[in-house]
């Protein structure tokens, strides 16, 4: 099946919003780069641009991209002395886009994957990425990606780190399965630690307006427990009073159950 094209309007609008997460440019200073009003940059961010013209502001927007390094060969991680194992997808993604000539813009664009997607995974953000983005991405390319070795996985569980927490990513979790699940904010920090039906609750989370705000819920992370049994909800339970227990007042958004550990014994 091909996969579902990136449309425009989505694919302008993360263009935006990487360049104001990763390069401290207001709207304002994108606007004046691009030779148009501080209204077009709002109206393409928030996907609400009507013209027909949005292919000439999208290779504007690659163009910015590419001054600011924002690409696949300025991406790859910093070299280390030992590599580790769930870095072989990210390795060859930089390598198959550098031998294919395809950027960051143009992948999201043929292969339905976000271009926050793909620039947290290439920027070492997301480790482990989901198994339907990788089968998008993969399907772009003519050159075979390397067999992963089973890591992240120990007794049944597995470790997704770094997620974008958008509804295409959600949609990914497995359903039916029980864990932990940690929410980010922009600059990694933790705002939300929870657990349960990890999809359920996420998609009950991108409905609170708390989460919709990109500074608070930026990315996400789980692990997968077990299926929804009564074990699986008490590990569950357990780890996540653990992790707030350890994050303490770093935890933004737990107030009211880390009062409900600092009143326990």
Known sequence: MTPKRTTDKQLASDMIRLLLDSTGLRQADIAEALYVSPAVISLLKNKKWQSSDISKHIKALEELLKAYRLTASSQKRRTRT?????????????????????????LAKHSGVSLPAISMILDGTTINPQKATKEKIQKAFSIPQ????????????EIFSGLPYTPQEIRQVPTNIVGVYVIHDRRGYITYIGQGNIRKRLRHHAENRAFLDQRVAHSFSYVILGENNKQSREESVFLEKLLIRFCGNAVLLNKRLLTDLSDAN
């Not at 030992?82 to 143009?106: C, N, T, Y």
């Not at 390397?146 to 569980?157: L, M, T, V």
Request: proline share 8%; aromatic share 6%.
């Open 146 to 157: 390397p067999i992963s070795p089973e890591i992240n996985k120990s007794q049944g569980r």
């Open 82 to 106: 030992s590599r580790r194992d769930d870095e072989v997808f990210a390795d060859w993604l930089v390598e198959a886009m550098q031998k294919e000539g395809i950027e960051p813009a143009e």
